[in-house]
């Protein structure tokens, strides 16, 4: 088994240096994650923890802090042979560019976007390059005609289960569609089903042809008259229930005072009636809780059973 490593006491100069190195990001990224790799043991990071964050293995994070110890910076700079700069082969720049596109957290990692020294380290870690400095991954991804944007993010979903709710009302999806069998027990209709409310009078600028006012009345002409808006609502509001099937594109309403459990229920009650008994039906539904099963009221999934139908929902923030 190999003995602890340790590197060497480091002055404040060095350290100063060194997070320099780090701070910049510029260079070499063999330099900046080496220089990553001499920091950490001042944090009381062991070598596996160092190897693990550095994305190699314990065998080269013992290497970089021996040979730090022994030659100092110098270590830290790769020793390249002169000639041209590499050139990237057609697989490379495809990995590359691939990898640019893809999000951080389907490698496992935990940031949502890459930077450019991020991405350099990751590449040289997972073997794709040996070495690329910041500027020679720009140069490289602008000619593969990659740019850094301000794209629209969209929270993921924490439900552990969510990757089979979603696997589920996309099975549904393609039954509705013809492109898969519903098999043995699965439904001949498939509803979609959403709730909108509150629904309520809005006042909203209209357009119609009046006498003009202002500096143009007559003398002595009265003021045009107003129609005040009002925003009182004393009667109460409204809510719509609807759905959507999806194998007839034929639409439902139902306009209720509150969307309860209750009214829910009511609904699809509604839509089973619109089919025999003996015709399965899947309603798909979100996250709402009045759509779910719960300890307290498990009414859902005891109509759903006793009235041949299945309510899939999708998982939370999935919509």
Known sequence: MAGRVRVREIGDDEGNR???IVRRGSGSVVTWRRAQMVLWPAQGMSVAQIARLAFTSED???DVLRNFSADGFESLYPRYAGGRPPVFTLAQ???????AK???AGHGLPFSRWSLARLAGFLVAEGVVEDISHEG???LLRA???SFQAVKTWKASADPDYAAKKARVDHLYAIADGEAAAGPGGPDVVVCVDEFGPLNLQPRPGRAWARRGGTAREPGEPPRRRLRAT???TGGVRHLFAALELGTDTMYGHIKRRKRRGEFLQFCRYLRSLHPAAVRIAVVCDNYSPHLTTRKDNRAGQRAAASNAEIARRGPNAA
């Open 93 to 99: 720049r495809r990995e590359i560019k691939k990898i």
């Open 144 to 146: 593969e005609n990659v």
């Open 60 to 62: 080269r994070a013992r």
């Open 102 to 104: 893809s999000a951080p």
């Open 18 to 20: 060194l997070k320099r």
């Open 231 to 233: 925003y009182h609502r």
């Open 137 to 139: 991954l720009r140069e």
